[in-house]
């Protein structure tokens, strides 16, 4: 009867081992890589919203409803269209053309959401912080966020928005994770001239 019932213990201490250790594994992966990855932003947060920059995500997060957009118009006039067919933003008051700049827009996967928008959020000389290592670059020239972030579109958790770069070699090209990268001069110019609430179009 003894060795019947070590018989009969043998697998259970092996099915309550198996179970302990995907119960650890599942903590872990859970705790440690899914809510950290949820937060990521498809494109930049600064730093004092303790949000990074994607640099190489495995797979684009899915895309949440964006928080609602303000009907009220800045009394300034101003009004951004994005075209990302042809990689440009335009600027506007009222009904005239003031400038255009040349941007870098999101890759296949990782599309600016087209829509109407409004700027929701300004910052000169933002802080990265790295996605792993939760590294943080100060303000300088090799922050990949350049010298200004308008950040235009949130689903409460990601944020995107215009930002300069530190590789303006690649302005013109599809390569972001969302965001609009422009020339340092550019948003500089750019940021002088827009206040949260500017309307945003992004178009196609």
């Known amino acids: 009867m003894p060795v019947q019932v070590k018989d ?19 903590i872990v992966q859970w705790g ?41 118009v800045p009394e300034s006039g101003m009004r951004l269209v994005v075209k990302l067919s042809d990689r440009h933003v335009y600027l ?16 296949d996967g990782w599309e600016t959401p087209t829509g109407i928008h409004q700027v929701l959020d300004k910052e ?15 303000p300088g020239p ?11 579109w949130t689903d409460g958790k990601t944020e995107i928005g215009f930002h300069g770069t530190n590789q303006e ?7 972001s994770h969302g965001c609009l990268r422009m020339r340092n001069e550019d948003i500089e110019d750019l940021y002088a001239q ?10 196609p």
């Not at 259970?12 to 198996?18: A, F, K, T």
């Not at 070699?169 to 390569?175: K, M, N």
């Open 124 to 138: 000169q000389n933002p802080a990265w912080i790295h996605p792993i290592t939760g590294v943080e670059t100060p």
């Open 194 to 203: 827009v206040d949260v609430g500017t309307p945003v179009i992004v178009e």
């Open 8 to 26: 009969e213990l043998i697998p259970r201490s092996l099915m309550l081992l198996c179970l302990g250790t995907a119960v650890s594994l599942a």
């Open 32 to 72: 440690g890589v899914i809510p950290r990855s949820s937060r990521q932003p498809v494109g930049i947060v600064r730093a004092d919203h303790q949000s990074v920059t994607v640099t190489t995500p495995p797979s684009p997060p899915p895309m949440a409803s964006p928080q609602p957009v303000s009907t009220t």
């Open 92 to 107: 506007y008051k009222d009904n005239k053309a003031l400038n255009q700049y040349p941007l870098a827009v999101g890759q």
């Open 142 to 152: 090799d922050n990949p966020l350049g010298k200004a972030w308008i950040g235009f």
């Open 169 to 175: 070699e690649l302005i013109g090209q599809a390569v």
